[in-house]
């Protein structure tokens, strides 16, 4: 692999400090190392001790583990946050958008700009959400879109997370983490709020109810369980928002509707923000030995009398075969250019493209069209010979299930080492929220950063951490 | 709750035996320090004593399945730490914890935190056996980690139905566990084997004592040249006494009946719990032993069970 030039978002050519980073600097300046490494265990501390941890799958216990936390933040000036901004609402506009049209009537398949097997052969589809309107004809309540930067004024969208994204829980744990440790700093940087998160989610909620919800709306936390890897997450947003957290041996159906065990006997639920995924919601509808749904949840949220966050089928929009659309799809729910860029992305079910993804293997990042998490993925650049030939067999088996895009240059930012203080790769997801009246995004997100020297896998079950995130005021 | 807001049956089930078993972790690690102390200063048969605690904590069998005859240093451990006892310290502990996380939002930040760093600092320090040289430092680390969570409930937690469903955890374990200690022991307390020269010398009573964390205050009601009848009367009927029958009793009722007013509508459990009042707590030492202490200890453990699953039954914690 070449030598590739890094763009740091702090000293972008290795002796001028940005701006977004001119006040932090002169505070970092001052501090030793040994002073930074006492900060970065009390901050490890902080979170053990709350108990934020994630439960990682695929080992025989279910464990709990901490998401490393760096103590460096990574800052994004107010202006640079703005266009940002721009470009999500347009985003997220036009994926509800979409969702609305391929559950209707498709008008962007007969216009030919995707081509009808994109949608019909797709395993997130959902035909039985086929001319269904979802309470104020919002599908997408809550979005996660991972962008990354590449330059001063490039940033791509990596993928877009409408289902269930998570993560929001540690842009605000990570928050009260530096307030606590550095308040002082917070008096020197100009830092926008995150906080409001709870209650914007709660108010997005509430206004996507059914017609005819009598009284304030009941809203409720569908999570699969203390053993979940989000579960922590699913708690902290219930009692932050100060609903229920309910599984699916709290809920039944009495008289037409969705209702939860409380001490006094079944009371009705009007929304339920679910952290379950589409498959395992209802057993009569989806798969039949799901023990995490309800028995006719589908039915009733299809009698209008229970809105469903995110609505079920929205797997069909963030889908990586779908992400190469997009251009096309903001352009033909917009009218306009799309804002946000898009990595270039083939498509292994196309021949030609299959054909210059296997030439180029060892250059290229691969994706299953279905993951998630990082799983299933192949970075070119750092796979071995035998990995690479691995992943050549399973493209030539099933390359449907395929794309690939280039090994971008991801930004990195200073991170605390082992060593003292190195460039790291970071990504980041903001989080936008969508009620039938406006959007709102919450200034600022969630960054992830790849903790080992030179890797370019964020994900928390792959070794990644994670840092706050600084919008600046303008 | 507010905002018009009603717990679920789950969170209630959840705090309920949170603090069933917090409590139970406190009376383990209680029993184990009554042992150990009583070992080094009275006996001269240690395998017995042992024995003797752990039959009072109802281990004794599952103790004999899995340790055969290796017993003081076996049953330590065996009380503290092992996986297979499920009322180990560690065990009740991190029970207790599983169970603060399922009702995290029924909790306070401080509570919360409380049992995460209750169950982290004492897993930590029962990764390893514990001999009996470091015996002393790994029970008052337990009971300190116990005692502050007590203290963050007792200082942070609304009091609302939340804290009335805890409180009903604590005081069941808690009136179950006294009634088992006297249960083991109560032959030493019948009036009649005791006739003549008893004093707190006696090392059983001294271990009933200990085990129900009442050697101080017993002294302090009743000098130290009293005998079985007080004892009895002490930690059956007292309602001074925060681990008497009688005081555990009479917050079962209590907390009941907070929740009754709040139900609006008769919950037979309060009903139960003004029973048990009634018919037991009314007695006179006298009467007590003329009705059989044995069988009066009997009928108090049956009802608490009976009742228990009344308040499971009336707050929906299952179905």
Redesign the interface.
Known sequence: MDRTVFFDEMNTDGFQVRKPYENYNDWLSKQTAKELSRKNRQAEELFRLAGITFNVYGRSEAKERLIPFDIIPRIISGSEWNRLCRGLRQRVGAINAFLYDIYHSQEIIKAGRIPRQMVSNNKAFLPQMLRHTPPGSIYTHISGIDLVRTGNDDFYVLEDNVRTPSGVSYMLENRETMLHMFPELFTKNKVQPVENYPSDLLRTLISSAPDGSDGTPTVAVLTPGIYNSAYYEHAFLADHMGVELVEASDLSVVDGNVAMRTIRGYKKIDVLYRRVDDAYLDPLNFKPDSQLGLPGLFDIYKSGRITIANAPGTGIADDKSIYSFMPEIIEFYTGEPMLLKNVPTWRCSDTDSLHYVLSNLSNLVVKEVHGSGGYGMLVGPAASKKELAQFEAKLRAKPDNYIAQPTLSLSTVPTLAKSGLAPRHVDLRPFVLMAPDKIKITSGGLTRVALKKGSLVVNSSQGGGTKDTWVLEE | MG??????????NGLYWMCRYLERAETTARLVHTAYRISLTRSNNLQEQWVSVMKTAGMDDLFRAHNGNSVVDNSINWMLRSSRNPSSVLSSVSQAR?NA??V??ALT?IV??AI??AF?DIKQKLSRRVSERNLPEVLELISDRIRSINGAIEGTMLRN?IFNFMRLGTFIERADSTARIIDVRYYVLLPSLNAVGSSLDNVQWDIILRSISAKGGFRMEYGSSAGAREITEFLVLKKTMPRSLNFCVSKLRQNLHY?QTE?AKHTPAFQKAIQIEENYMGFTTEALFKFGLHEYIQKIIASLIDLSSQIEAD??FH?
Do not use: D
């Open positions: 905002f018009g807001r009603v717990m679920l049956g789950k969170t209630a599983s996380r399922l995290r939002t930040a919360w935190a995460n760093r982290i139905e929740l139900q707050f929906r179905n």
